[in-house]
């Protein structure tokens, strides 16, 4: 592995909310970080917010839902770094709660795509140059709703399930190579993408910072021991409302 000054780390999502909380505490901890979403002026707060140089902060725009983009994210970090370490698939869209139904094919295809296709190509091409390297990380972002499977939300429960059963089988293939492949559960999350209601007790939440803190719990694991999977969920019920 790369001492601390040439470690580097991948990041979907990277441009607000869970992404950017897990772009700045890899950041803290020594790493070049290549930050990926949509949007320039989003990634270009979490560089900010990670106190890297540009050099050392990758910035790439694309939409994982189109299929040639994780090809395009391994290949431009590849080609400025020469390695990467550390990949977290935390990219996730999906339609705000839509009954089966009701959904168009056209939000089918993009939530199977963002939550599941990308994050499986993001992983096989990434493991390619772990395994080339020696070792790396892999951690992939998924949903209590794959447990959950709530009303609204069967497609993208789905996707959620299918990425833990691929984290728990990836982890097989690989283990023997060094390269750790491992998931993060969050429950509710406060960030932007869960609208506001009057039932939700925002304070009870998780915090991004908390599910950034799982992830580094993952990448700094004694080389003999990997979490393959941590669940995480707010202490008190963010849906029941409090005494008094």
Not at 12 to 41: D, K
Not at 59 to 78: G, K, W, Y
Not at 97 to 112: C, F, G, P, Q, V
């Amino acid at each position: 592995m790369a001492d601390d000054s040439q470690r580097v780390a991948v990041v979907t999502g990277a441009g607000r909310g869970i992404g950017r909380a897990i772009a700045i505490a890899l950041a803290r901890e020594g790493f070049s970080v290549c930050m990926a979403a949509r949007t320039r002026e989003e990634l270009e707060e979490t560089r900010k917010a990670t106190g890297l140089p540009p050099e050392r902060s990758l910035i790439v725009l694309l939409d994982l839902a189109h299929s040639e983009a994780p090809t395009a994210l391994i290949e431009t970090a590849l080609d400025l770094h020469g390695r990467i370490d550390v990949l977290v698939n935390n990219a996730g869209w999906a339609p705000p709660r839509t009954a089966l139904h009701k959904l168009r094919e056209s939000e089918m295809d993009e939530i199977l795509a963002v939550n599941l296709r990308a994050p499986i190509a993001l992983a096989r091409l990434a493991s390619i140059q772990m395994t080339q390297q020696g070792g790396g990380t892999i951690v992939n972002i998924a949903s209590s709703a794959a447990r959950l499977a709530p009303e609204g939300e069967a497609v993208y429960a789905a996707a959620k399930a299918g990425l833990l059963a691929f984290t728990k089988a990836a982890f097989a293939d690989l283990r023997g190579s060094g390269v750790k492949v491992a998931a993060v559960v969050p429950g509710l999350v406060d960030t932007g993408l869960i609208p506001h209601n009057k039932r939700l007790d925002r304070k009870a939440m998780l915090r991004t910072e908390d599910v950034a803190s799982a992830v580094m719990t993952i990448v700094n694991a004694p080389a003999h021991a990997c979490p393959v999977e941590i669940s995480l969920e707010p202490q008190a019920d963010p849906m029941r409302k409090r005494p008094g």
